[in-house]
């Protein structure tokens, strides 16, 4: 089992920039992807981006250049940059070995 907790969503104008932190704990094995996923009202989830335990990480075409995911051991975080109305949504982090575990969301809004 694995547990997910999520922290740093929030208000930020168009522009601005927020961090979001996320940290693992319980059954955590080497050669897992973390990653964030995001959904907005009405919308699908989808992929915001991912990294390996190695470091080798994957973008959105919607988020590259404005966002990055990095990540120390157990916890993974994405600074997210230049943000934008469209970017408002519920932002969940995600472990992957196999299973696939989900945080709770925590919810970013990109409005003037």
């Known amino acids: 089992q694995v547990r997910l907790v999520e922290s740093g969503g929030g208000l930020v104008q168009p522009g601005g920039s927020l961090r979001l932190s996320c940290a693992a704990s319980g059954s955590i094995f080497r050669a897992n992807t973390m990653g964030w996923y995001r959904q907005a009202p009405g919308k699908p989830r989808e992929l915001v981006a991912t990294?390996?335990?190695?470091?080798t990480t994957n973008y959105a075409d919607s988020v590259k250049g404005r966002f990055t995911i990095s990540r120390d051991n157990a916890k993974v975080y994405l600074q997210m940059n230049s943000l934008k109305p469209e970017d408002t949504a519920v932002y969940y982090c995600n472990y992957r070995r196999g299973l696939v575990y989900w945080g709770q969301g925590t919810q970013v809004t990109v409005s003037s």
């Open positions: 990294v390996t335990d190695g470091g």
